[in-house]
């Protein structure tokens, strides 16, 4: 049983940036992907990026400027950065293991961005 | 990207129900789409993947059918607790895209 634990900043403010951690447990760390997905408030949900065990990622190319997913596999961790942050970042971010579907989801992190 | 598009954004139904959502990719995807039902302040819960596979611990009242551009999710005799926001998710290739999401309430 894969279980995902967030961590990382909720407030930020615009131009800072979003730093999450997503710590794994249980289950082949290095054997699926691993994903972020984001959800704006009342909105449906956006696929962010993707990352393998090896270091491969891919991004939504909207945000592939400013995003970053990693892995330090050390640590079973996965971490998403996202720079320069406006008020149109603000939403719950998912860490997410994908095999076939996204069948493990962290538990959310709120990030909101005001001045 | 692929553009997925759900149908509909929103549905009244009552228990005992059956309902069908449609998703339909704007290109071919093989199977490669899955079903999500979300709750509101919950994460997503995957019912479908591989556009037609039961996950493990969902009810079987939950099917799910289509190959190529053209899918369903069906719920078979609505219970209290399906009333939710379903989404369908492709991944056929990247960017993975999701639907806009149907919610189902009474």
């Known amino acids: 049983q894969v279980q995902l634990q967030q961590g990382g900043a909720g407030l930020l403010k615009p131009s800072e940036t979003l730093s999450l951690t997503c710590s794994v447990s249980?289950?082949?760390?290095?054997?699926?992907?691993w994903t972020w997905i984001r959800q704006s408030p009342g909105k449906g949900l956006e696929w962010i990026g993707e990352?393998?065990?090896?270091?491969?990622?891919n991004y939504t190319p909207s945000l592939k400027s400013r995003v970053t997913i990693s892995v330090d596999s050390s640590k079973n961790q996965i971490s998403l950065k996202l720079t320069s942050v406006t008020a149109a970042d603000t939403a719950v971010y998912y860490c997410?293991?994908?095999?076939?579907?996204?069948?493990?989801w962290g538990q959310g992190t709120l990030v909101t961005v005001s001045s | 990207a692929i553009q997925m598009t759900q149908s509909p954004s929103s549905l009244s139904a009552s228990v005992g129900d059956t309902v069908t959502i449609t998703c339909r990719a704007s290109?071919?995807?093989?199977?490669?789409l899955s079903w999500y039902q979300q709750k509101p302040g919950e994460a997503p819960k995957l019912l479908i993947y591989?556009?037609?596979s039961l996950q493990l611990g969902v009810p079987s009242r939950f099917s799910g059918h289509g190959s190529g551009t053209d899918f369903t999710l069906t719920i078979s005799g609505l219970q209290p607790e399906d009333f939710a926001t379903y989404y369908c998710?492709?991944?056929?290739?990247?960017?993975?895209?999701f639907g806009q999401g149907t919610r189902v309430d009474i």
């Open positions: 591989s556009a037609s």
């Open positions: 990352i393998d065990f090896s270091g491969t990622s």
């Open positions: 249980g289950g082949s760390f290095s054997a699926y992907y």
């Open positions: 290109q071919g995807i093989r199977s490669d």
């Open positions: 998710l492709q991944l056929y290739n990247y960017p993975r895209t």
């Open positions: 997410a293991h994908e095999v076939g579907g996204i069948d493990y």
